[in-house]
């Protein structure tokens, strides 16, 4: 049982295009979705996080769009750039009980060429 | 300053051996999570420490994995009699306090192979 489903798999965007990421989730206990970015060889970083208080959030390039009723969220990156190549995580936890265990997305490898 | 660390960065077992993994999260955090990553796929959680105590296990897959933190800082994750479906990244993270939705910083995992 998936309980966040992330689109697509693969993704090429150009230098300076808009990469577009999106989630979706089942569990309506999730209530913390922070977004991850993953170099080979490295392990993941959180980029940015929402809660559902709000519907959208931005931090420098990229932003994350939150749907509470439809279960989705995505992220954007505006002005992408070859050094944003790599792989992206979507994420969510509950609120209380295991709030402190991450549900990943299974990812999106992002490639921006020149 | 310093992150989470992980020994070995590549292991290659035959199938039936044990291996230990260590994870050194960054210091004075209390929390400290381990995760597996199979190819292609998000990390899942395995267990979760808060200092010296294991307070969640249930996403280890088998009573051939275990895990522990001794002195609340180093932990080791050992898998026994490894099969080929271990074979994963498996990474570390730590947190600082451990309430709740606290960000998460992982190490740059060790990758498993079970021959």
């Known amino acids: 049982q998936q309980q966040v489903k992330q689109s697509p798999q693969s993704l090429i965007v150009q230098k300076g295009g808009i990469s577009i990421i999106n989630c979706a989730y089942e569990?309506?206990?999730?209530?913390?979705f922070p977004w991850y970015q993953q170099f080979p060889g490295k392990g993941p970083a959180l980029l940015i996080a929402?809660?559902?208080?709000?519907s959208e959030k931005k931090e420098g390039r990229f932003t994350i769009s939150f749907n509470k009723s439809a279960k989705q969220f995505s992220l954007h990156i505006m002005d992408s750039q070859p050094g944003d190549s790599a792989t992206y995580f979507c994420?969510?936890?509950?609120?209380?009980?295991?709030?402190?265990?991450?549900?990943f997305g299974k990812g999106t490898k992002l490639s921006v060429i020149p | 300053g310093a992150g989470v660390s992980q020994s070995p960065r590549y292991k290659v077992a035959k199938r039936g051996q044990d291996v230990a993994l260590r994870c050194d999260p960054i210091?004075?955090?209390?929390?400290l999570f381990w995760y597996q990553q199979a190819l292609g796929q998000g990390p899942e959680f395995l267990t979760y420490?808060?200092?010296?105590?294991?307070?969640?296990k249930s996403g280890l897959p088998s009573d051939r994995f275990f895990a522990e933190r001794p002195e609340g800082s180093v932990s080791t994750l050992k898998i026994q009699r490894t099969q080929q479906e271990d074979s994963a990244v498996y990474l570390c993270?730590?947190?600082?306090?451990?309430?709740?939705?606290?960000?998460?910083?992982f190490g740059p995992g060790t990758r498993l192979l079970v021959l």
């Open positions: 993270a730590s947190s600082l306090v451990g309430q709740g939705q606290e960000t998460q910083y």
């Open positions: 569990n309506t206990a999730f209530d913390y």
């Open positions: 929402i809660r559902p208080d709000v």
């Open positions: 994420a969510a936890t509950p609120l209380g009980a295991g709030s402190y265990q991450l549900t």
């Open positions: 210091s004075g955090h209390v929390s």
């Open positions: 420490f808060q200092n010296e105590a294991q307070l969640d």
